[in-house]
């Protein structure tokens, strides 16, 4: 029966390897755990920033559930990251399938899709911003009067932000999967295809049964922070479609959780609510993310 090592022995043997860890607990505990901290408990409390924080219990949450502009960006939100992430994802599955070769010509595309990935947002935001430039010094309208047609107003048309907001977001996000994928069809053996080629295997039948089977583990990385950063979308939302009084876009129809928690934060001052939204947000996305890792957890298993 093993016995305990008593504390002052464990401090001699690895007071050192504590000594040299608490630069970053203080940071780490400085930095991340007291502003989650303090948020949590701003989200209990009306707090404009100014006056003392006054504690109002659930409250922040019940009007949440009230709150009719909420649950429009909870809605947006939602049809906004099922899209971008579904098709970003299959898009980055496609392009590492096309471009996973090692001749100089797939190490180029690779590049040219990866680009966008390694690129200031807030520069891809301000370049988009002026392809879709109402009049027709807009790129997106230039192209469409090459073909006789008229200047669109892209961002002022309601029905078209969700998927303006999806192309941007897929467009500068597939070429991250794309290098994930690849990575992952590298380390497939070539002898699982070799023998199913001999057994009369179709292409078809190879991708289906050996190559998606292997990249499970990647489809649920690449699902997973996609899901993350699609619920935190803001730069877009914020600098594309951002109207002079509503951060939403016309009606609205841009408006995202992360957006709605600014304007509420800091156009507002309700620190508080915004807090309890932030928290909200946080939920959900840990409640996705677990719910995708267990799906991915039993899909091996099968």
């Known amino acids: 029966m093993a016995h305990p090592v ?3 022995s464990r401090l ?3 007071g050192t390897s504590y000594a040299m860890l608490l630069p970053f607990l203080a940071l780490f505990a400085a930095f991340l755990i ?3 901290a303090n948020s949590l408990y701003l989200s209990f409390t009306a707090f404009d920033g100014i006056n003392p924080a006054a504690f109002i219990g659930l409250d922040n949450f019940a009007q949440l559930a009230q709150d009719t502009r909420f649950r429009h960006a909870l809605g947006n939100t939602a049809v906004y990251v099922l899209a971008s992430v579904l098709l970003g994802t299959l898009l ?3 392009l590492a399938l096309a471009f996973d070769g090692t001749g100089w010509a797939h190490r180029i595309m690779r ?3 990866f680009l966008p990935s390694v690129t200031s947002s807030i520069a891809l935001m301000l370049m988009w911003k002026w392809v879709l430039f109402p009049s027709d010094v807009g790129l997106a309208n230039t192209i469409v009067s090459w073909f006789g047609g008229a200047a669109v107003p892209w961002l ?3 029905g078209l932000t ?3 907001l999806v192309l941007m977001s897929v467009w500068g996000g597939m070429g991250y999967g794309m290098v994930l994928y690849v990575a992952g069809l590298g380390s497939i053996p070539q002898e699982y295809y070799d023998a199913a080629e001999i057994d009369g295997a179709s292409a078809w039948q190879r991708f289906r049964h050996i190559t998606l089977p292997l990249l499970r583990p ?3 990385y690449v699902v997973v922070t996609g899901l993350i950063g699609a619920f935190q979308v803001f730069e877009a939302v914020y600098i594309v479609f951002r109207a002079t009084n509503n951060v939403g876009g016309v009606l609205d129809s841009g408006l995202m959780i992360v957006p709605y928690l600014y304007d509420q934060g800091f156009t507002h001052f309700r620190l508080g609510y915004a807090s309890a939204i932030a928290w909200v947000l946080f939920l959900v996305i840990f409640v996705l993310s677990l719910v995708n890792l267990r799906l991915g957890r039993a899909t091996k298993e099968l």
């Open 111 to 113: 590049t040219v899709f």
């Open 12 to 14: 001699r043997r690895y």
């Open 34 to 36: 007291w502003p989650l």
């Open 162 to 164: 969700i998927p303006i």
């Open 218 to 220: 990647v489809t649920t």
């Open 92 to 94: 980055s599955l496609g």
């Open 156 to 158: 002022a048309t309601p």
């Open 6 to 8: 008593p504390l002052r």
